[in-house]
């Protein structure tokens, strides 16, 4: 049991990797690589959020999230046109899935 519950904290570290590869081919340093980075401490991207982490304007912002998105990395998480925000999907899936098993534990107890 003791092994279940280090399966979200090892599938967490592992999803750098996993979107690397889901990405493709990109440039060190590119503004999709900047925000994979930033998701990893905050799973929900708005525009603004993108834009501050890239220090630029909303084209660039979207430029870099469209990959992100198209990979899978990035889901929209709500209906929005403009104004559209974000979560990483595998990260927010594990947090999900850690939510469950706390409380799971929580009502065992």
Known sequence: MAMAASVGPIRIRELPDEWLADLGRTRRG???????????????LSPADAEAVLGSGTTVAYTAIEPLESAGI??????????????????????????ARIQRRARSA
């Open 74 to 99: 990035l889901r929209p998480l709500t209906d929005r046109k403009r104004n559209q925000v974000w979560g990483a999907s595998a990260l927010l899936d594990e947090l999900t899935d850690l939510d």
């Open 30 to 44: 590119s503004a999709p690589l900047v925000l994979m980075d930033f998701l990893l401490a905050q799973p929900v």
